[in-house]
């Protein structure tokens, strides 16, 4: 009852306010308007009455308007339009012709004023939230002319505020989230209403807020709208999600006041307030002894009611697993305990294990006073297997010396069955380990022996499987590995570490280092290798060549002079013993091979075959009349001196020979010997007039029976035959002449002779420089190319270049086996070896051993 009656009088209040607002504009125009009037009759009145009464009359200057501003109620809405208030100016008299002007905003249309009485009315509902004011211009003028009797005035109508807007919450709905568990006047989130009302006139945007729904677990500050903790003890383990139901009201919240509502969803974070609890408190597991290590024998579980990272636990054994037989881990996806072996288990050493398991959470919070913890018992039951045998070692290593006789007993391996029936176990070799079968081993014992000799040369390890079977039950096999290791005895000779082939210079120097000589031995003694190099006994004091130990298991071959000659001897053999430090000490003969060759200035081997001092039987013309007119010439000598010497010495002429040996380039001693030229000279013209006429004869041969059209007629290479089709017959052939790529010039018609001298001039060749033994094929080759790049008589297209004329003129004949009857076989290469080092290749390649001729 005294809660209604103080709502009515709210109400009564507001009811007065109300007609207060209303009122007071037209109360407040009323004594203007009339002290206008009052002021104005006043003044007639006085000056009616002053001639009366002997007063004189004051005049004084003052405003004609007395006003500057107006109100207006929002929101008003009436049949008729509002009156909002009245202008009224001293020029405004009985008689006068004067009309009021309304200018400014909202002129016309919202406001209007009555030209003759001033009265202003609002001619439509106006909104304060819209615009709150206007500003507009009245004036006074004329009614006839419009002719401004007065300046213009501006003043303001204002429009009041009524409460017609509800508190609005523009960002909800919320979401708010607090730990579970928090304290009594904890802030959860803070709400805010706003309100389009006047904030300043009245209490229409004066809000409070109350909650609607949500007690007793939260509540709310009235004024700021901030959300708390109303409830101790709040768990989300119980309860994890509450609705909110907030409301701001205007007006101070007093009756009568708009208001708005809004959600607020508040949901309970998580904390670890839960420890995890096994499920049960004992487990047991039945795992099989053989099960391998790492393998998984059981799966515990504590169940935790917290979520997220507050929910993991670990696992660890803490009692009963002394041995560490045992391990438990974590799965990350399940969170359950996973118990896996460690070490093998044996069914006869022990039967069970009893082991304590603790489960203990991941995190902990600092008031929960934790970590949490739980613990349960698992048993672990062994259950019985049957085994396959086991090794002692799982690796065993042996060592034998090598070339040990056979069925030598290089060592043994040993297998038991960890059974408590104890089967008997057989032995065996995998021979795909041993695919050779050099080892035997005893099926009882184990015992391994040798089948064949070993070289340690060949293998010095050698690794085999041995596996052990049960007599009772052969599917039961285990397996060891033997590694073998061949010791090593004396029982290979040094040899040179490879095939040297050593070259000495005509012009080199007494002392010079010919070849560097070392020698590998395939034995590997303990204390290393020392090789000792001597000369065999016979060769001690040769003239020629020595040797000197260069301190690092090598030797220098030396010269002993300068005067080696091709002519003389152009290849010499060095037979050296090798002999190592093993036990017994093993020794071998080694021949170096010592090639004369003819080098240049620098010392750089160019040639090492023999010259031959010949004169080719192939001579020109003029060639061989030069030396028919030589010996013409040195008989008319001999003549011209026989002529002077038989005045001299009574007819007698005596040739004279001085024989002289050269030693150095120097004479060391001359003979002379003396002979009648008369008993010479039957001899001596006959054999020359002889040699020049069977000279003359073979070569005026040779010219008359070549051709002197250029064509080797002896060319014996096929024509290239195109099929164009396969299965065809000679009708589907296409020939193709090979002469066109000997002599491209045949295909006009035109076939080179010697005899006529071309129309162009070839460019000249540069002259040959050879070495000193004529032998320079790199740069020949050079030259050739050159001469082949710039010769503006080759075809402008690629073409193979042919040498037509391959050997003419050669006493070596042609090199092509094109032409041969004999096989390749028949052929013997050997030659090649004789032309220097840089055919050393050429003659490896062509060179046919013994044993292949026969493959």
């Not at 052969?474 to 040094?494: F, G």
């Not at 000997?742 to 540069?766: E, H, S, T």
Request: glycine residues 8%; contains cysteine; negative net charge.
């Amino acid at each position: 009852m005294p809660k209604r009656s103080e709502e009515m009088l709210v109400d009564l209040w507001m009811s007065l306010l109300l007609v207060w607002i209303t009122c007071v504009p037209c109360v407040s125009m009323t004594p203007i308007v009339g002290q206008s009037k009052s002021t104005q009759t006043g003044g007639s009145a006085a000056e009616a009455s002053g001639p009366a009464e002997g007063q004189r009359l004051l005049s004084r200057a003052k405003r004609g308007w007395v006003w500057n501003q107006m109100f207006v109620l929002e929101e008003f809405s009436g049949p008729d339009p509002i009156l909002v208030g009245r202008l009224h100016t001293d020029l405004d008299v009985g008689g006068k012709n004067i009309k009021y002007v309304l200018a400014g905003e909202g002129a016309g249309t919202i406001f209007a004023i009555n030209e003759l009485t001033g009265d202003i009315h609002a001619m439509k509902r106006l909104d304060r939230e819209e615009k709150a004011e206007y500003t507009l211009t009245a004036q006074v003028v004329n009614a006839d002319t419009d002719e401004p009797l007065e300046p213009p005035s501006e003043f303001i109508i204002k429009v009041q505020d009524i409460n017609d807007n509800p508190p609005q919450f523009n960002e909800g709905p919320y979401r708010a989230a607090v730990p579970e568990m928090s304290a009594v006047g904890t802030p959860v989130t803070r709400v805010t209403a706003t309100d389009a009302d006047d904030p300043v006139y009245g209490n229409s945007a004066k809000l409070v807020y109350s909650i609607l729904e949500g007690q007793p677990y939260f509540s709310v500050e009235p004024n700021s709208g901030t959300i708390k903790i109303a409830l101790h003890g709040m768990d989300r383990e119980m309860r994890e999600e509450y609705l909110v139901v907030i409301q701001a009201k205007d007006m101070g919240g007093h009756m009568g006041g708009l208001s708005g509502t809004t959600t607020v969803t508040v949901t309970l974070m998580d904390i670890n307030d839960n420890p995890p609890k096994f499920s049960k408190s004992l487990y047991e597991f039945v795992i099989p002894e053989d099960l391998p290590v790492g393998k998984m024998g059981g799966k515990v579980k504590a169940n935790d009611r917290d979520i997220g990272e507050n929910s993991k636990s670990t696992y660890s054994i803490i009692e009963g697993d002394d041995q560490g037989m045992f391990e438990i881990v974590t799965d990350g996806q399940t969170q359950e305990g996973i118990l896996r072996l460690k070490k093998p288990i044996d069914y006869e050493s022990k039967r069970s294990y009893t082991l304590r398991v603790e489960a203990t959470n991941v995190r902990s919070e600092p008031s929960s006073g934790g970590p949490f913890k739980d613990t349960a018992t698992v048993k672990v039951v062994v259950e019985d297997s049957d085994e396959p045998p086991v090794f002692l070692k799982p690796v065993y290593v042996l060592e034998v010396n090598e070339n040990a006789p056979v069925n030598t007993v290089i060592g043994a391996v040993t297998a038991r069955d960890p059974d408590s029936t104890g089967s008997l176990v057989r032995y065996f070799i995998d021979r795909h380990t041993d695919l050779e079968r050099q080892f035997n081993i005893n099926v009882d014992d184990g015992k391994i022996t040798l089948a064949k000799p070993l070289d340690r040369e060949t293998d010095m390890w050698h690794n085999i499987t041995v596996t052990a079977t049960e007599v009772r039950n052969h599917s039961q096999i285990s397996r060891a590995i033997v590694a073998i290791r061949v010791m090593d005895i004396n029982d290979n000779a040094p040899e040179f570490a490879t095939e040297y082939e050593a070259f000495l210079c005509e012009n080199g120097k007494p002392g010079q280092v010919i070849q560097t000589v070392s020698a590998v031995d395939k034995d590997d003694p303990i204390q290393g290798h020392y090789f000792d190099y001597r000369l065999v006994p016979e060769m001690l004091n040769n003239p020629n060549f020595t040797i000197k130990n260069n301190q690092d298991n090598s030797i220098s071959v030396l010269a002993k002079h300068d005067t080696f000659r091709r002519q003389k001897q152009e290849m010499y053999f060095l037979p050296i013993i090798v002999t190592d430090n093993g036990n017994p000490p093993m020794s071998s003969t080694n021949t170096l091979t010592i090639r004369v060759c003819g080098c240049s200035k620098d010392g750089i081997v160019q040639s090492c075959n023999v010259e031959a001092y010949v004169l080719p039987i192939g001579l020109s013309m003029g060639a061989l009349i030069a030396i028919l007119a030589c010996i013409i010439l040195l008989l008319g000598e001999v003549f011209l001196c026989c002529g002077v010497i038989s005045v001299n010495w009574f007819d007698r002429c005596t040739l004279t020979l001085s024989l002289c040996h050269l030693n150095g380039g120097r004479a060391s001693f001359c003979q002379k010997l003396d002979l009648d030229f008369f008993f010479f000279l039957p001899f001596f013209f006959p054999s020359v007039f002889l040699t020049v006429i069977v000279v003359l004869f073979v070569t005026l041969r040779r010219h008359k029976n070549e051709p002197l059209i250029i064509k080797d007629d002896e060319d014996v290479r096929e024509n290239i035959i195109r099929y164009d089709d396969e299965g065809g017959g000679e009708e589907d052939t296409e020939a193709f002449d090979i002469a066109t790529l000997q002599n491209p010039d045949g295909i006009n018609g035109y076939l080179p002779r010697k005899d006529i001298k071309p129309d162009l001039q070839f460019m000249p060749r540069a002259g040959q420089h050879s070495g000193p033994n004529g032998v320079d094929v790199d740069e020949f080759i050079n030259v050739r190319l050159h001469e082949a790049d710039n010769d503006p008589t080759a075809p402008p297209y690629d073409s193979i270049q042919i040498y037509g004329y391959e050997g003419r003129g050669s006493i070596a004949g042609s090199l092509s086996s094109l032409e041969t009857a004999s096989s390749d076989s028949d052929q013997n290469y050997d030659y090649l070896r004789e032309w220097g080092p840089r055919f050393r290749r050429l003659g490896e390649l062509y060179s046919v051993g013994e044993s292949d001729r026969e493959t």
